[in-house]
Structures are given as structure tokens and as C-alpha cells.
Nanobody
């Protein structure tokens, strides 16, 4: 089970930190990701890390502004979002999977378990 939180309303240029607590399974051995979906649009990759480690992957649209992190002791993953733009407005979802291969890290279909989503609105 995944529980996401931290969304809200923020002005352009502001920051938010999303959290996702993962219960069940072995957190440290799972690939982890954040996706987002705006109304009328497809679910979009934001950031991910493979269970075997390596660099965090980011979408081009958030690189340099968003930072993915995790705390294995708390079974929690985070998405620090800085310099937010109106186009970042969406419902943000956390996802994990134990069978994700590196080449599919950016694909939503690769992840077996999803959180319920948390709404982020960037507006003045």
C-alpha cells in the first residue's frame, strides 16, 4: 500500500515536498517512481530510481527543479519540487515495482503498485 501526501496550492516559483509511505514488501529492493497526470492528459513520467541503484532519472521538464529522495528506514520516498511552474499542476502519483527493468523505468506500465495521488496546483 502506498500513501502519498504533501500536495497543495502554491504560487509560481514556490516549493512543495511530496511524500509517499510504502507499506508491505521490501522497500529497499523496489524500483520507485513519481508520475503526474493533468486533466485531459496522459500520465507522465517525472522521476524514478531503479532498485539496483544508479542515478535518478528525471524527465526533461523537471530536471534541475525537482529532486527525488528516499529514506529506507522510514519506507518513504520524497519529491522535492522547487521553482514550480503552472504547467507542473497535476495529480502526482508514487509507484513502486519489484520487476522493473532499467529500460522501462519511465513507463507507467512497468510499476505494479500505485498510490492514490496528491493534487498539486501552481497558480497565482
Amino acid at each position: 500500500q502506498l500513501q502519498a501526501s504533501g500536495g497543495g496550492l502554491v504560487q509560481p516559483g514556490g516549493s512543495l515536498r511530496l511524500s509517499c509511505v510504502v507499506s508491505g514488501g521490501t522497500f529497499s529492493t523496489m524500483s520507485k517512481a513519481w508520475f503526474r497526470q493533468a486533466p485531459g492528459k496522459e500520465r507522465e513520467f517525472v522521476a524514478a530510481t531503479h532498485r539496483n541503484g544508479g542515478n535518478v532519472r528525471y524527465s526533461d521538464s523537471v530536471t534541475g527543479r525537482f529532486t527525488f529522495s528516499r529514506d529506507n528506514a522510514k519506507n518513504t520516498m520524497y519529491l522535492q519540487m522547487d521553482l514550480l511552474k503552472p504547467e507542473d499542476s497535476a495529480t502526482y502519483y508514487c509507484a513502486v515495482g519489484s520487476s522493473v527493468i532499467v529500460s522501462t523505468l519511465r513507463s507507467a506500465s512497468a510499476y505494479a503498485y500505485w498510490g492514490q495521488g496528491t493534487q498539486v496546483t501552481v497558480s497565482s
